[in-house]
């Protein structure tokens, strides 16, 4: 009895409890609406036409809004000593939150904001654009007529394949070319002329190597592999990435990895690519020349080495990575966000001082104009011909596979057309993903074939089959109707043929007088379906 | 019999326990109002799993701490509370995962998706967008001043036609220069930060009804139509503008002809993951090599690392050995230093310009091995520098192993007349493998799964010619899939991701049901002796 009793006791309690914590969660939803009532009396200090108060403000009033933003180690001090300033001259409070690297802000970012525990604006790197937008976690900003004081490649960057632009840019980075002013005192204008310098210094016992490749070969050489001709991926006439155009099996890339090839096998260049290899090498000077980007000016400026930074041989282009503020769609201040990018950061003034201590090229043209640092500026020519870093997502298929590609050219694994052709082939692979080779008949009969769609080209019951004659088969079970249906490859609609046998072309039509079996028969020669009904 | 006796004392020794009783039900009641608050406050956002999740380990507590007869396992509720949070709960969610398309391009749910694309507008064609300024009265309401195509202004109100009032009309004061009047009568001018502010100011309808005017960016207002209207019926939305319906196919708002919308969303996909796993070819890659390599790679560090780790347990065991302490200290150091840090040393000695170990080769015999582009010599150095890792951990516990084993049976076969030899395969090592049998498994496991000394030393490299996925010659399975997983078209792919993670964990599992087998029998061994 007394156990049911002090059981009921609980209970009571808990009830009493629970009501409680009710009440408890009604009043923060009500507590934000409250303050911004308050404040608009309050004249703002940006108005030039606005009178201030007569009434000497003794108490600063509590800010009309705020927003959250996260920063990078480099960035939070700079931010929160803006915070101050922004608040009294707007009221609006910036709450920033340091996340450590740059690079360590995308997964929480992933994981917070559809949890709806973002920040409102976030710091990112352009090459996340895919990714993001793809899952909704970005949202447009309009810079306007402010555009034009950017770089232009750093609003590229930013900018999607649908031409939006999802990012305030306030920094560029990409790969410099470093040569050892002591060895050398003309920097080469080609990249043979790389080799001929390092082949008389190591001939006179200055040095072990011309150059050395310091980091995953792909990116960390892509200077060379441009300047052949070499490219990623092809893009549209509207500047828009082209996933299905992959360059890494280009005429001009496996030119490039062959030249590497014989720099390393004429011990011009060490097969491994190893970033602290290359570095280490350069600091010692043990090689003339190295490419590096802007991360590594602190360790070569103390490594003491004699050192100038200027622009790649034979025109070659590094990728341009451009760092930038992006909003996040499930902020609840998207507009607020929009103002505070597009007037308060958008500005000299600010990007002058997210400039000083950043050691990086800014993105802003006034203050890019007067770069002080040699390096930086050395940075910056080089990158002039930059292109940017693909942002679409298919990009994360392509690192490993061009990596391995040249490492095993470098290696003498394979021979340059050989690896490069498997890492196309590779890449190609991932992008299709899992279905590749499907050959699928999407459309209105779908539901009645197994499928819990119609006009699905993933659908693996109406896959067609190969018959021993190279024609694609599938029978399908039908009642009598109308239907509709194209032919699709890889299990996407990214590659699909009409009726006229063309890319992208008019549907199939299929009448049924009454319920069949229908076999559709497909010519990969042709691109043409027959249909026979039995 | 003990415990038996010892609950009889304390009924008699002590008085009916009313204050402990009282105090108990106090945390029991705090706990619960913790737990209901915390409950709430997930189910407002939305989590229900989690919410349930937590609100069954909850009621379990409460039942453990309540009654009598599950009273005596209190001192473990915490810890298995917490294992069901930490453990089970990761373990069920991960089985879900891996029946969605949960991953980059599909993050968030089919509401959230519906909701973002629901709040897309589009300017119709005879549509006008306008510049804006916003005024706001006392009593909170909104007025836009609206600057046209041709430079005319506007004043909006919500549910007033638009009007065009020169200067002194409808109480619109002076115009500055950018043609913005400096008041309105009853209403303030706001700077674009504080109009901006209120979150609100993007869903006020200006204007009259259907020819309405909403703020979309800091410079743009305009007669805004919804671009999206999701149809329940057909589980599509359609396009407001072109008639096109977008049908949720897979997660993804497509047309008949392959246009989609974005954000994707989270769906379940149903045993698409595994299939795409077993089928596709392009998927499987070098899977055999890999696997191969994976089972070579636990096998040879296990009997390796237990070898050498023994080697020296034995020799320390001779009382006699001189220096025994300050040796055997020093050999564990190894087992001290993070393996983080240990690996990434081993990586810089074993550098092929600048390593230690490469330098000093070099200079004794003029050639090192390729210890990161040869295939071979890549196996040989993981293998070489999992050794130095777990040496240390063998030795431990064969010392204390075989302190157990009894001194007289060794000496019983000596005077048997057994070589030194025969004592240690005849009596030492089965004796020892009872004691040690199930932490070999637990080594062998942790092996082939041992994600980090692969990724840390050289991320599986150096990669494999003419293979359809990238993978490297020192890729073990972990590593090979944690690459397919994160590097795809779509990059980051949870729910694949997942789904392997559950085909490795059915590998691993009939291992170790296998060897659980063979220590059966060890122990067998142990019992005939």
């Known amino acids: 009895m007394k156990k049911s009793l002090s059981i009921l006791l609980t209970l009571l309690v808990l009830l009493?409890?629970?009501?409680?914590?009710?009440?408890?969660?009604?009043?923060?939803?009500?507590?934000?609406?409250?303050?911004?009532?308050?404040?608009?009396?309050?004249?703002?200090?940006?108005?030039?036409?606005?009178?201030?108060?007569?009434?000497?403000?003794?108490?600063?009033?509590?800010?009309?809004?705020?927003?959250?933003?996260?920063?990078?180690?480099?960035?939070?001090?700079?931010?929160?000593?803006?915070?101050?300033?922004?608040?009294?001259?707007?009221?609006?409070?910036?709450?920033v939150e340091d996340l450590g690297r740059v690079q360590d802000i995308r997964t929480p970012m992933i994981t917070a904001a559809p949890a709806g525990e973002g920040p409102d604006i976030f710091i990112g790197v352009h090459d996340w654009l895919g990714a993001m937008i793809e899952s909704g976690l970005v949202t447009p900003i309009d810079l306007g007529a402010k555009a034009d004081e950017f770089v232009p490649l750093s609003l590229e960057a930013f900018t999607y394949t649908d031409g939006q632009l999802y990012g305030v840019p306030y920094a560029t980075e990409n790969l410099g070319f470093f040569y050892n002013t002591d060895l050398v005192s003309e920097p080469p204008a080609t990249w043979d002329e790389v080799l001929e310098i390092g082949r008389d210094l190591q001939v006179a016992g200055t040095v072990q190597y011309a150059i050395a490749i310091a980091g995953d070969p792909g990116y960390n050489s892509l200077p060379m592999q441009t300047a052949f001709g070499g490219y990623v991926f092809g893009q549209d006439e509207n500047g828009a990435w082209n996933p299905s155009d992959i360059g890494l099996n280009s005429e001009g890339m496996i030119e490039a990895v062959t030249w590497m090839k014989g720099a390393v096998d004429e011990g011009l260049m060490?097969?491994?690519?190893?970033?602290?290899?290359?570095?280490?090498?350069?600091?010692?000077?043990?090689?003339?020349?190295?490419?590096?980007?802007?991360?590594?000016?602190?360790?070569?400026?103390?490594?003491?080495?004699?050192?100038?930074?200027?622009?790649?041989?034979?025109?070659?282009a590094p990728f341009l990575g451009v760092q930038g503020f992006m909003i996040n769609a499930f902020s609840e201040n998207v507009l607020l966000a929009q103002t505070f990018l597009t007037e308060y950061v958008a500005t000299e003034e600010f990007m002058q001082q997210i400039y000083e201590t950043g050691l990086r090229p800014s993105a802003f043209k006034s203050v890019l104009a007067e770069t002080a640092d040699p390096d930086l500026a050395g940075m910056g020519e080089a990158g002039a011909n930059a292109v940017p870093m693909p942002n679409i997502p298919e990009m994360g298929s392509v690192w490993s596979a061009w990596n391995n590609g040249i490492t095993l050219a470098l290696t003498g694994e394979q021979t340059p057309e050989e690896s490069m052709n498997d890492a196309a082939q590779q890449v190609s692979d991932l992008i299709l993903g899992a279905l590749a080779g499907m050959v699928n008949l999407p459309g209105s009969y779908q539901d009645q074939a197994g499928c819990g769609n119609q006009w699905d080209p993933a659908c693996k019951a109406t896959a067609m089959e190969q018959g021993d004659d190279g024609l694609y088969r599938l029978t399908v079970q039908l009642t009598a109707g109308d239907y509709e249906y194209k032919v699709a490859l890889d299990g996407s609609w990214a590659v699909n043929y009409g009726s006229d046998g063309a890319l992208d072309g008019p549907n199939y039509t299929l009448s049924l007088a009454s319920d069949s079996e229908v076999t559709f028969v497909y010519d990969p020669e042709s691109h043409l379906v027959t249909t026979e009904t039995g | 019999m003990a415990t038996v006796t010892l609950q009889n004392a304390r009924k008699v020794g002590r008085p009916s326990p009313v204050l402990p009783r009282l105090f108990r039900l106090a945390i029991v009641v705090a706990m619960d109002s913790l737990v209901v608050w915390f409950l709430l406050k997930l189910a407002a956002l939305g989590y229900y799993p989690f919410a349930a999740a937590i609100g069954i380990i909850a009621l379990f507590v409460n039942v453990v701490l309540l009654r009598k007869e599950t009273y005596p396992i209190r001192w473990m509720v915490v810890g298995l509370a917490l294992m069901a949070l930490f453990v089970i709960y990761p373990i069920i969610f991960t089985v879900w995962v891996a029946f969605t398309n949960y991953g980059e391009g599909h993050l968030i749910t089919k509401e959230q998706a519906i909701d973002q694309l629901s709040k897309q507008t589009y300017l119709p064609p005879e549509g006008k967008a306008y510049a804006w300024t916003a005024f706001k009265s006392p009593e909170g309401e909104y007025a836009l001043w609206l600057i046209g195509e041709g430079g005319n202004g506007y004043l909006a109100r919500p549910g007033e036609p638009l009007a065009q009032p020169q200067p002194g009309e409808l109480g619109v004061g002076e115009l500055d220069a950018s043609g913005i009047p400096q008041e309105i009568e009853g209403y303030e001018r706001l700077n674009a930060f504080l109009a901006a502010a209120d979150s609100n100011l993007t869903q006020v309808m200006f204007g009259e009804e259907g020819n309405t005017i909403q703020v979309?960016?800091?410079?743009?207002?305009?007669?805004?139509?919804?671009?999206?209207?999701?149809?329940?019926?057909?589980d599509a939305m359609i396009d407001q503008q072109t008639g096109l319906v977008y049908i949720n196919l897979r997660g993804t708002f497509t047309t008949s002809s392959g246009q989609s919308l974005r954000p994707g969303f989270m769906e379940s996909i149903g045993l698409d993951n595994f299939e795409n796993f077993f089928i596709s070819p392009a998927l499987r890659g070098p899977l055999v090599q890999l696997v191969t390599w994976n089972f070579a790679f636990a096998i040879l560090s296990l009997l390796l690392n237990f070898s050498l780790g023994l080697a020296i347990a034995v020799l320390f065991n001779d009382p006699d050995f001189p220096l025994k302490k300050l040796i055997r200290s020093l050999l564990i150091i190894p087992y001290t230093v993070p393996a983080l840090i240990t690996i990434l040393i081993w990586r810089g000695m074993l550098n092929p310009e600048l390593g230690v170990i490469d330098r000093a080769l070099e200079g004794l015999f003029g050639w090192a091995p390729p210890w990161f582009t040869n295939a071979w010599w890549a196996k040989v150095a993981i293998l070489l520098v999992n050794l130095w890792l777990s040496y240390p951990y063998f030795m431990l516990i064969c010392s204390g192993a075989l302190q157990s084993i009894p001194d007289e049976l060794a000496e019983a076969a000596t005077v048997d007349g057994a070589s030194s030899w025969q004592r240690f395969w005849r009596i030492t090592l089965p004796l020892l493998l009872v004691a040690v049998g199930p932490l070999l498994i637990a080594s062998f496991i942790f092996n082939f799964n041992n994600f980090n000394l692969i990724y840390l030393f050289n991320a599986g490299g150096p990669p494999m010619a003419n293979t359809p996925t990238p993978a490297g010659h020192t890729d073990i399975l972990i590593s090979y899939v944690y690459n397919l997983a994160f590097s795809g078209s779509r990059g980051v792919d949870y729910g694949f991701a997942s789904a392997i993670t559950i085909v490795i964990f059915f590998i691993v599992a009939s291992i170790t049901l296998f060897q659980f087998r063979y220590t059966r029998m060890w122990e067998e061994v142990s019992e005939n002796v």
């Not at chain 1, 009500?30 to 036409?49: I, S």
């Not at chain 1, 003794?58 to 001090?77: G, N």
């Not at chain 1, 602190?298 to 050192?307: E, L, N, Q, T």
């Open chain 1, 16 to 95: 009493s409890m629970v009501l409680a914590a009710c009440g408890a969660t009604e009043e923060p939803a009500a507590e934000p609406t409250q303050p911004p009532a308050e404040p608009t009396a309050v004249p703002a200090t940006a108005e030039p036409t606005e009178v201030p108060p007569t009434t000497a403000p003794t108490e600063p009033p509590a800010p009309v809004a705020s927003l959250k933003i996260w920063a990078d180690d480099t960035r939070t001090p700079i931010l929160n000593a803006l915070a101050e300033d922004f608040l009294t001259q707007y009221n609006v409070e910036l709450v």
């Open chain 1, 270 to 316: 060490p097969d491994t690519t190893d970033y602290e290899t290359g570095h280490q090498l350069f600091e010692t000077g043990q090689i003339p020349f190295l490419m590096a980007g802007p991360w590594a000016l602190d360790r070569i400026r103390a490594s003491g080495v004699p050192y100038a930074v200027t622009v790649f041989p034979d025109d070659g």
């Open chain 2, 216 to 234: 979309r960016s800091p410079r743009e207002a305009a007669e805004l139509l919804p671009l999206y209207v999701y149809d329940r019926q057909q």
